[in-house]
């Protein structure tokens, strides 16, 4: 599953990863590992919008906020350009970022 959300203008993207990480999933990445993996740009990577990515490490369930999602779970990046694929919606952004960091 992918968390995600806009940087306010007064914190840092580490400071807006923790918090949409309790936002959206109730994950304490203070207690749950987690990764910077790479920074990405409109100009560099095509991407939407600047962002930068990281790797959250669990293996339970994720406690989604059920005001913003119908379900949540987890999966392997081959799966979720599996689902894409097969017509599954996504952000535009999420293919091209499985694809670059995990060469699905």
Avoid: H
Wanted: hydrophobic share 40%; proline share 5%; glycine share 2%.
């Amino acid at each position: 599953m992918s968390v995600g959300g806009y940087v306010s203008s007064w914190e840092t993207y580490n400071q807006a990863l923790f918090r949409e990480a309790v936002e959206e999933v109730n994950i304490d990445l203070n207690i749950v590992p987690y990764r910077f993996l790479i920074k990405l740009t409109p100009q560099d990577d095509d991407m939407y919008a600047f962002e930068q990515v990281y790797e959250i490490n669990s293996n339970e369930d994720p406690d989604y906020n059920k005001k913003d999602f119908l379900e949540a779970f987890w999966m392997f990046p081959q799966e979720v350009m599996q689902k894409i694929e097969q017509g599954d919606s996504a952000k535009s952004d999420l293919p091209k970022l499985l694809r670059k960091i995990y060469k699905v």
